[in-house]
């Protein structure tokens, strides 16, 4: 079995540990409504997606 030649720094054992931490995801803005929504997602407030309406919403 391949053994380690040298002990890895605490520093880089952390560097290795960060990349799968949690973020919270990133928020596009819509194009009709200018509210937060995921990429690729239609929008739930205004129901555009790409400059097109696809989903109908109540009240708006
Ligand atoms: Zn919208």
């Known amino acids: 079995m391949g053994v380690p030649k040298r002990k890895q720094s605490k520093q880089r054992l952390r560097t290795r540990k960060a990349a799968n931490a949690w973020h919270a995801s990133e928020l596009g803005k ?18 555009y997606y790409k400059g097109r309406q696809v989903l109908t919403v109540a009240g708006a």
């Open 30 to 47: 819509c194009g009709q409504c200018g509210s937060r929504i995921p990429s690729h997602v239609a929008c739930p407030s205004c129901g």
